[in-house]
T-cell receptor
Framework: KAGVTQTPRYLIKTRGQQVTLSCSPI?????VSWYQQTPGQGLQFLFE???????NKGNFPGRFSGRQFSNSRSEMNVSTLELGDSALYLC????????????FGQGTRLTVV | SQQGEEDPQALSIQEGENATMNCSYK?????LQWYRQNSGRGLVHLIL?????REKHSGRLRVTLDTSKKSSSLLITASRAADTASYFC????????????FGSGTRLLVRP
């Protein structure tokens, strides 16, 4: 079956703009999580959605938001972009069992200039 | 926040040698997972070891888990140049839904 699909793969934005990233999970997976990866902070949890509800949120400012649709696809939005938001954003989908692996997409590389 | 540290941060070995990476974590866990990441791309799941397991094998990979020391190790035997990547351990928070906490990672370079 198809893996986790993230679009776009690369993005360049200007400070102050906003950006929307998309993630399509593996068919049948209802949990979608987002992570930010930077050289300085490593992999940081952003938020997790299940059945269109945000169940968990990481320690990020309110400029970072997300949502999940009824088909489990998820989007994350970053408003008022800052240079420090430049990162690889990874999406993961997970089946309902916590004792299984998370499946990651290839990520969206966001560069803020 | 990081779950813990991985050791070493970087490792350079010759093809054919074994590579060992260590991971420490801070909280109680259900399981611990290892992932590989090639050059800033997505994470690929390697192996999952449950909290009641002490050792697990998958091909050239061997993972151990010591819950009393809150540590795990990943051994890659007979390494290949294609094993060059960053390796991360990760655990789910016990009281959380699908929030993976990652270690800081080990960058492995396998020289041909």
């Amino acid at each position: 079956k198809a893996g986790v699909t993230q679009t776009p793969r690369y993005l360049i934005k200007t400070r102050g703009q906003q950006v929307t990233l998309s993630c399509s999970p593996i068919s049948g997976h209802r949990s979608v999580s987002w992570y930010q990866q930077t050289p300085g902070q490593g992999l940081q949890f952003l938020f997790e959605y299940f059945s269109e509800t945000q169940r968990n949120k990481g320690n990020f400012p309110g400029r970072f938001s997300g949502r999940q649709f009824s088909n489990s696809r998820s989007e994350m939005n970053v408003s008022t972009l800052e240079l420090g938001d430049s990162a690889l954003y990874l999406c993961a989908s997970t089946p309902l069992d916590l004792n299984t692996e998370a499946f990651f997409g290839q990520g969206t590389r966001l560069t803020v200039v | 926040s990081q779950q813990g540290e991985e050791d070493p941060q970087a490792l350079s070995i010759q093809e054919g040698e074994n590579a060992t990476m260590n991971c420490s974590y801070k909280t109680s866990i259900n399981n611990l997972q290892w992932y590989r990441q090639n050059s800033g791309r997505g994470l690929v799941h390697l192996i999952l070891i449950r909290s009641n397991e002490r050792e697990k094998h998958s091909g050239r990979l061997r993972v151990t888990l010591d819950t009393s020391k809150k540590s795990s190790s990943l051994l890659i035997t007979a390494s290949r140049a294609a094993d060059t990547a960053s390796y991360f351990c990760a655990t789910y928070e016990m009281d959380s839904s699908y929030k993976l906490i990652f270690g800081s990672g080990t960058r492995l370079l396998v020289r041909p």
